[in-house]
């Protein structure tokens, strides 16, 4: 653990180096929440009595959440949701020879009894793995709710502030464009 950072909520894993490129937006996110967090590798296969040792210790150091991401055969959210009682979050990524529909399918399809909630392939589920386990800690501390929904209206504002989805470089007498002030209010 990095000395000085604030108390880890949130535990982003990965089975190898090799995933942390595909998970940098969790970080950035996690760290523009101001949650503490912890990063490690556990790989379910290469160093599956760790990974169990992971599992089995997170909720007592004191952590809420654990992020986990894998490629390939990508049984390390399961098999982590399967030995501690924390919400696990997994982020399928991209591998060398498949596009990340082989992780995708492997952690969304948890048998049931056992769920790992499962974000997208590869960078947009690494940054709302993060923006979701914001989600999960505000139902218990106000602040970070309160960061949640702040977040979500930045989004909507950027949104708003860019209604061209041709961003001005497209010409047409025939195209103008229509934004969400020109609908007014009535349904
Ligand atoms: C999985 O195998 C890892 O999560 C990674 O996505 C994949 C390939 O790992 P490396 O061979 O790149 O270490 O366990």
Redesign the pocket.
């Given at each position: 653990m990095t000395s000085g950072a604030p108390r880890p909520l949130v535990g982003l894993i990965?089975?190898?180096?090799?995933?942390w490129p595909f998970l940098v937006p969790a970080a950035r996110l996690l760290d523009e929440f101001e949650i503490g967090w912890e990063r490690g590798i556990f790989?379910?296969?290469?160093l599956p009595e760790e990974m169990t040792r992971y599992a089995r210790t997170a909720k007592a150091r004191g952590l809420k959440v654990i992020i986990a991401?894998?490629?390939?055969?990508?049984h390390?959210p399961g098999m982590v949701a399967s030995k501690t009682p924390l919400p696990v979050i997994g982020v399928p990524?991209p591998?060398k020879v498949l596009d990340g529909l082989d992780a995708l399918l492997s952690i969304v399809q948890m048998p049931a009894g056992i769920p790992v909630a499962t974000m997208a392939i590869g960078e947009a589920g690494a940054a709302n793995a993060a923006v979701l386990a914001l989600r999960i800690l505000g139902t218990a501390d106000a602040g970070l709710s309160a960061r949640a929904e702040a977040y979500a209206e930045q989004l909507r504002r950027k949104t708003l502030a860019q209604p061209d989805p041709a961003a001005g470089a497209y010409e047409s007498p025939f195209s103008s464009v229509v934004t969400a002030q020109d609908l007014g209010d009535q349904i």
């Open positions: 990965m089975g190898s180096a090799s995933d790989s379910a296969h290469r991401s894998a490629g390939g055969a990508a390390l990524r591998g």
